[in-house]
């Protein structure tokens, strides 16, 4: 039995953002990355047209909820092959004075991390994509050896045994990518995920650190990798990157999401956890139940039922606003008071930072 979250107050805020008439978000609006500035907040959305085909749409809020801008056409669109079939599922930091801007993108057969810069919000130059590009088979060779993964990471990454593709094509997916909003001890940092666990990268200076050859050495030894697994029921079959971490006095407070299967098919929560703020990866503590879960008619019914999918978050005062995709179909708003979701994680710390 899943246990439900009476510890805290979280308010559900309803829908922000729904699809429309225009061609490009027709389908559904859902995932957005946001950043919040001088009292605004920047909604970078995964747009989808009839299709199944996604874009990247923008819109302005005054305050946390307000609507204020929307664009009707996308912002970012595919214009490279390995994006020919969308962009999807953005999350933005910035860093110095740089804006960092990632998604999935998608050519019909792989799913994999990229990233697009800008200086202003408006220009996005896209640097392509920054995680692992290796088939399901050098996955395997590469990680075998040390026999240290769990069973489920090869499973999950067979893509269901899918066979009408061309295999030849086939990558491992990696998706949900983040990065952390500063340096750490001068380097960048980044989470993605390659299921069913969340894997942190750690100690590169620049993008052009992520070679081959860097990407060989580190899945040799994912498991010194893996940041998060599940181990509640509500994230037992598996998770995935939500907001880019928050720092806080306690330390990189983190939304993530969680994934189990019910009689209804799989249920999408909102779950948390908090990093070390100086090394990231050592867990300091999780909430043993989700934050929020879907109960509310926009996030249990949609394009696909039972899902508040977390992935893009700001503070107003002392209130944390998450937005989220709900039903892969329409983005709306969770809150919750942020020293109380923190005193609630500190009350669950880890008893070790072995992960």
């Not at 962009?87 to 860093?95: G, L, T």
């Not at 907001?243 to 993530?256: A, D, F, K, N, V």
């Not at 934050?291 to 107003?316: K, M, R």
Request: proline content about 5%; some cysteine; charged content about 25%.
């Amino acid at each position: 039995m899943l246990k439900v979250n009476s510890q805290l107050k979280v308010s559900k805020l309803g829908i922000i953002l729904d699809k429309t008439d225009l061609e490009f978000e027709n389908a559904g609006v859902l995932n957005p990355a946001c950043i919040a500035e001088g009292g605004k907040v920047h909604v970078f959305y995964r747009a989808v047209k009839q299709g199944n085909y996604s874009t990247i749409g923008y819109a302005r809020l005054d305050g946390p909820t307000e609507v204020e801008i929307r664009m009707d056409k996308p912002l970012i669109e595919a214009d490279a092959d390995y994006e020919s079939h969308g962009i999807e599922d953005p999350r933005i930091v910035k860093i110095d004075d740089l804006y960092y801007l990632t998604y999935t993108a998608y050519d019909g057969i792989n799913a994999l991390g990229c990233l697009a810069v800008s200086k202003d919000l408006k220009h996005f130059d896209k640097k392509g994509v920054i995680v692992p590009k290796v088939s399901y088979d050098t996955f395997v060779d590469l990680t075998k050896p040390k026999g240290l993964l769990k069973n489920k990471y090869y499973r999950f990454n067979q893509h269901e045994n899918v066979h009408e593709k061309d295999r030849s094509k086939m990558l491992i997916w990696d998706k949900n990518v983040m990065f952390f909003p500063r340096r750490i001890n001068g380097d960048l940092a980044f989470i993605h995920r390659i299921k069913p666990g969340i894997q942190i990268v750690t100690g590169i200076r620049e993008i052009d650190d992520l070679t081959p050859e860097f990407w060989e050495t580190y899945l040799k030894n994912l498991d010194e990798h893996i940041l998060l697994e599940g181990k509640f029921p509500h994230e037992r079959n598996y998770i995935g990157g939500g907001c880019p971490p928050i720092e806080t006095e306690h330390g990189w407070l983190m939304i993530y999401h969680g994934v189990h299967e019910s009689l209804n098919g799989y249920v999408y929560c909102a779950c948390v956890t908090l990093l070390d703020l100086e090394d990231p990866r050592k867990e300091i503590a999780r909430l043993p139940y989700g934050l929020f879960q879907p109960d509310q008619d926009w996030e249990l019914t949609g394009y696909v039922h039972n899902v508040c999918f977390p992935s893009g978050a700001a503070i107003f005062g002392d209130t944390l606003y998450i937005y989220y995709g709900a039903a892969d179909e329409r983005i709306a708003c969770a809150s919750v008071n942020t020293e109380d979701l923190l005193n609630e994680l500190l009350h669950n710390k880890i008893q070790t930072h072995e992960n």
